[in-house]
């Protein structure tokens, strides 16, 4: 299965009326109703915020850095997860994964992560075949345009 390279981007209104900006993968359909990646694993990172709520210049390179090497050790090797949403804005970078393993999504996030000095991540784990917060994104993409 081949995941689609085409994305989005948005923005969305946090509580505090920073804008978070949301870049969302297009033409996941085929891959949404394969069936075969029914857990979202959730990586947040509260980063050091500007002023506008975005992050400071070294660490949004940092963050960039991670989320490459994210993608190239989840995503073309064997497919083990396909990142869907990136959510950046208010002090934290949301990533969203579909995943067929999230106990081997978890090992392979720490050999990823092992070449970097330890970062302020959270991460959050559930089943959801329905794909619910992909389609929720899918919602705010659709009211910006």
Avoid: C
């Amino acid at each position: 299965m081949k995941f689609s390279d085409n994305w989005f981007s948005t923005t969305a209104e946090a509580d505090n009326g920073n804008l978070i900006f949301v870049t969302g993968r297009d033409d996941l359909n085929e891959t949404r109703l394969s069936g075969k990646y029914n857990e979202r694993v959730e990586i947040y990172w509260h980063y050091t915020a500007a002023d506008n709520g975005m992050p400071i210049d070294q660490e949004g390179e940092l963050l960039e850095t991670v989320l490459d090497t994210l993608r190239q050790r989840m995503e073309p090797k064997d497919h083990l997860a396909v990142l869907t949403g990136v959510y950046t804005g208010n002090g934290e970078r949301t990533l969203v994964f579909y995943t067929r393993s999230a106990r081997a999504f978890g090992e392979r996030l720490n050999e990823a992560l092992a070449e970097f000095p330890t970062l302020p991540i959270e991460l959050y784990v559930e089943k959801d075949a329905e794909w619910n917060e992909y389609l929720e994104m899918y919602e705010i993409k659709d009211f910006a345009d």
